[in-house]
């Protein structure tokens, strides 16, 4: 019976809200590595700063905003340790979410690869849960760690940003472990291809997992353009393209549009289909004079 009773009012919960304590950050990964990996720390230069701004258009003259995140890194001095630090918050659907997450990573330079190892930890703030008004319970910590491989062209990686977390009577946490490879084809000068691939298998019983595409065509180095194509296990895929523009060697801003931002949720029938989510995102970098871009601006 207390069986029954919880999968009842965790299917009221989720037909208007959105519960689940990461979606702002890994919705919007591909502008935001950094959600996927904690040893991706650092690795976009001496300093790297992201924000992206969700808006879903209702039917009124002006945007609704939905979603709001920053993300910061960067290198500690001179050594190998890197930090990271992101915040979100989320009003999609009924309810807000939002939370923090920090992160630390310790990179080794080899001659033909670097290896970098990341830690994480954080917490979400879901929506009050029924029948309590402890703000304990509204709490999910988590903690996690990864590793990245990366070579002149090409990154591997595998992670697991929630392997610890907390999951009360109602709020789902996702779990995944994530294995995430990308490539680089081509030339800055002229035309690029950037592709890679996450696939996300999910310890979390109640959720599925999931496989993402994402190529990126990049003209001159200052224009890009692609998407993101989802897939979910036994599920309908989404499209997210993408477009941005490098308004200088450290500056560059972009537009993403999700036509379905609840697809990585497992919603009921009947469930009432929300707008898609417009967001737009700017990204300030900074490395050493004379140096390359690092690899992982590029994706």
């Known amino acids: 019976m207390q069986k029954i009773i919880r999968k009842t009012l965790f299917i009221l919960l989720l037909s208007n809200t959105t519960l689940l304590a990461q979606f702002g950050l890994s919705d919007d990964y591909p502008f935001n590595l950094l959600a996927v990996n904690p040893a991706f720390a650092g690795e976009r230069g001496n300093f790297g700063v992201t924000a992206l701004l969700g808006n879903q258009f209702v039917g009124s003259f002006t945007p609704r905003q939905v979603s709001q995140i920053i993300s910061l890194e960067g290198k500690v001095g001179t050594g190998n340790s890197s930090i990271g630090f992101q915040g979100y918050r989320n009003s999609l659907g009924t309810a807000t979410n939002s939370g923090l997450s920090l992160s630390y990573a310790y990179a ?3 001659d033909l690869v670097r290896l970098s190892f990341g830690l994480n930890g954080g917490f979400g703030v879901s929506p009050p849960v029924i029948g309590s008004t402890s703000f304990a319970n509204q709490l999910i910590p988590y903690a996690g760690l990864g590793l990245m491989a990366a070579i002149k062209n090409g990154f591997v990686s595998v ?11 109602f709020i789902p946490t996702r779990k995944p472990i994530n294995v995430m490879l990308g490539y680089r084809l081509g030339s800055s000068e002229s035309i690029a291809l950037n592709i890679s691939a996450l696939a996300g298998f999910e310890r979390n019983n109640s959720l599925s997992n999931f496989y993402h595409i994402n190529p990126k065509i990049w003209i001159s180095n200052k224009v890009g353009f692609g998407g993101s194509i989802r897939f979910k296990q036994n599920d309908d895929s989404n499209i997210v393209p993408f477009l941005q523009y490098r308004v200088s060697e450290s500056s560059s801003v972009g537009i993403t549009y999700d036509p ?8 009921q029938p009947g469930f009432s289909p929300q707008s898609g989510v417009i967001q737009l995102v700017y990204k300030y970098d900074v490395f050493g004079r004379g140096e390359d871009t690092p690899l992982l601006n590029l994706f």
């Open 108 to 110: 080794l330079n080899f």
């Open 260 to 267: 379905n931002p609840f697809s990585a949720i497992p919603t």
């Open 159 to 169: 992670s697991a940003p929630t392997l610890v977390s907390k999951t009360n009577l």
